[in-house]
């Protein structure tokens, strides 16, 4: 089973940055994708970003195209998501997930062929 850690959530007024990470561990670290999926109160959970390990191919959804960043380090296991020009409808629990089934590689945005869950890590966004 993989370990997901995310951290560096927090309060950030509209316009800012923030940067969450995503620290994996366990006996099979080494996924297929790792994503980023988000959820607001009374909503559903959406994806957000997602990375391939091999190759690093990203997606992301459209709300969030050209202000989010996904990104890896391989040597330490983690994955980044650089999130600028913040808006309050970003406000929400933000989830690392890992996923070793190949069909991710095709759909890398279908929460359901996520295995790994982290805890989650708050973000909030002041207008």
């Known amino acids: 089973q993989v370990q997901l850690v995310e951290s560096g959530g927090g309060l950030v007024q509209a316009g800012g940055s923030l940067r969450l990470s995503c620290a994996a561990s366990?006996?099979?670290?080494?996924?297929?994708?790792t994503g980023w999926f988000r959820q607001a109160p009374g909503q559903g959970r959406e994806f957000v970003a997602a990375i391939k390990w091999l190759g690093g191919t990203e997606d992301y959804a459209d709300s969030v195209k050209g202000r989010f960043t996904i990104s890896r380090d391989n040597a330490k296991n983690t994955v980044y998501l650089q999130m600028n020009s913040l808006k309050p409808e970003d406000t929400a629990a933000y989830y690392c997930?890992?996923?070793?089934?190949?069909?991710?590689?095709?759909?890398?945005?279908?929460?359901?062929?996520?295995?790994?869950w982290g805890q989650g890590t708050q973000v909030t966004v002041s207008s």
């Open positions: 366990g006996r099979t670290f080494r996924s297929l994708v």
């Open positions: 997930a890992a996923t070793r089934r190949p069909e991710a590689a095709h759909t890398m945005s279908a929460r359901p062929l996520y295995d790994d």
